[in-house]
């Protein structure tokens, strides 16, 4: 791979990093599909998280081989993964709880996802790691379309105000862990950047970015106050932390 040891274990660590998340993912979108069931939800829709659920198992196979490819060896403590629990607040009924889980999972973090692949896409790299990071593109669009249409399905049926002081949580739980980190110099940056990983700098660009290009604008939309969201996003800006 042409990489010094330190960028290629970053680069590894990175692939399986996403394959966790995918995991995840995968899990989250199937538990999400009955519930969309049981809410009597469009089939179309139902179909689409059900849909996305195995387009995230085939993308954790995906980075599980990329990471390998750059020595990313699995240990005992590398978790299988799929197993998260409803992250909705407890106090919210069952029909505010499944829309709480499809925008946190669908409106934001697959949105950012797209801007972060896209991000990555747009500088030359290696062939290989741009097919993988254009199909896992193709497919998060599509989950966060799935998320902006069932917003806005219940939004004709009744108010979806009282998401508004949820949305800062919403973004907390979204963020990779080392979204804020520290990153390496420019010139390692723009080697990572080659092979699908985006430098820490950037990450907060884009993230921050498409909260105020996509996210935000579409919420306000479909009747939820993002006040609460934008200075959450100012103090995060601010802190660069």
Known sequence: M????????????????????ELDAGARF?????????LDAPEPLVSLARRAAEDERRHAGMCDLMARTYGHESSG???????????????LGFRERVLYEVV??????????TAGLTSVLSVEGAPRVRAVLRDILRDEVAHS???????????????????????????????????????????????LLAHGVLPSAR?????????HDVVFPSLERCGVDTSHALRWAE???????
């Not at 199937?30 to 049981?38: K, P």
């Not at 403590?77 to 106090?91: H, K, V």
């Not at 919403?170 to 862990?177: K, T």
């Not at 103090?235 to 932390?241: D, E, I, N, Q, V």
């Open 2 to 21: 042409s990489l010094p040891e330190a960028l290629r274990r970053h680069v590894a660590e990175t692939w399986a990093f996403r394959r966790q998340e």
């Open 30 to 38: 199937a538990r999400l599909g009955a519930s969309l069931e049981q």
């Open 77 to 91: 403590a590398d978790s299988l993964g799929g197993q998260t629990e409803d992250a909705a607040p407890p106090e």
């Open 104 to 113: 946190a999972a669908c409106c934001i973090a697959e949105t950012e996802s």
């Open 145 to 191: 379309r799935l998320g902006w249409a069932y917003l806005g399905h219940v939004s004709k049926e009744g108010s979806v105000a009282f998401l508004s002081p949820y949305v800062p949580a919403m973004l907390e739980s979204c963020m990779a862990p080392r979204l804020f980190a520290q990153g390496f110099s420019e010139a390692d940056s723009s080697r």
């Open 203 to 211: 990450k907060v660009e884009v993230f921050i970015q498409a909260l």
């Open 235 to 241: 103090r995060r800006r601010a802190s660069g932390a």
